[in-house]
């Protein structure tokens, strides 16, 4: 046999394997209390409260995301994410109030978004124990970029079409079509018309 023809045909089962295996995964975290939209197909993730995820129609889904509600049980879901929106491998979603994405985002390899941040204003004991810190929504409007790393805290909402270079940390809610990049984040530049 060619070696061609063995890999080719290789792949395909191994093609054909992967997405049966997503299929089984999604329908296990819907059964779980997910809501996944049509079209949109799991692989290994990894979710805390299943009922806390909503994620919508035709998205992509890469693997090793985490979806951590950090919290006890609550009604939800506290993330939001819409219509055809690509999440790259390795990204986090740390949400106890919520987070909200629009449809049509790019959100690249290694995001963050954390919408609490701990307690630091007393020094009566480890800052790891004091979980009061302050909450604050956090939303991604419709048609945003943001470039492998990015880094979204608590309050912040990006505008539509707004663009995040790679390795920002967003600390300032960002106008729609702005360009923003840096550590902290800062304009950098305007979407052309």
Known sequence: MNKSVFARAVFRVRAWTCRVGAVIR???WG???????PGTLLPKVFVTWPHQVSLGANCTVEQNTYFKYDGIWAPGPRLV???HVFIGAGCEFNFRRGIKIG???????GCHFVDHDHQAARRDGPIGAQSDGPEAP???EDDVWLGANVVVLKGV????GAIVAAGAVVTHTIPPYEIWGGVPAKKIGDRPS
């Open 26 to 28: 999604t329908l296990c």
């Open 31 to 37: 059964l779980l209390g997910m809501d996944v939209g």
């Open 81 to 83: 994410i819409g219509d």
């Open 103 to 109: 449809s049509y985002c790019l959100i690249a390899s």
């Open 138 to 140: 956090v939303v991604v």
């Open 157 to 160: 909402t990006i505008g539509r």
